[in-house]
């Protein structure tokens, strides 16, 4: 009777430590495939910042500063807008206030704060909304005539 309860003791055992083992296997597969993982994408992220520092600065689309100053501005007031829906800011979302100043584009006429349409157009040279072009307008050329 004891040859057979220890077997299967035994065997009991045997498979336990199997089943713990192939467990353990598992996780630290498991752990050792996200490691890799983490350390790929910190590799490329690297990488691509260093590729990012390497090229030349792109040419700066904005434009110029002595344009965008040439862009009519007004001051806002609930009562020169149709509809509070116009009321905002496309940039920040934020609602216009009493008294704030608004720069309108020439073109297509939306209006934006003031600040935040100049950083815009510092970096791109459209309207945010309807991306009409700014360059090309005659109304704002600041070059002076051959004589």
Not at 17 to 35: K, N
Not at 80 to 104: P, V
Not at 130 to 143: I, K, Q, V, Y
Request: glycine residues 6%.
């Amino acid at each position: 009777m004891f040859g057979g309860s220890g077997m299967n003791l035994i065997t009991t055992v045997i498979g336990f430590g199997m089943s713990a083992t192939f467990i353990v296997f598992v996780c630290t597969r498991m752990i050792c495939r996200r490691i890799r993982a983490s350390r790929t994408r910190r590799l490329m992220f690297q990488a691509e910042s260093r590729i990012d520092l390497e090229q030349p600065e792109p040419q700066i689309r904005g434009v110029e500063p002595v344009v965008v100053a040439a862009i009519p501005t007004v001051k806002f007031s609930p009562e020169a807008f149709g509809s509070m829906e116009d009321a905002q800011c496309s940039i920040c979302l934020g609602e216009y206030e009493e008294k704030e100043i608004l720069r309108i584009m020439p073109k297509c006429g939306h209006n934006f704060h003031l600040t935040c349409i100049d950083v815009w157009l510092r970096k791109q040279s459209t309207c945010p909304v309807c991306r009409l072009p700014l360059h090309g307008s005659s109304e704002f050329n600041t070059e002076q005539p051959d004589m």
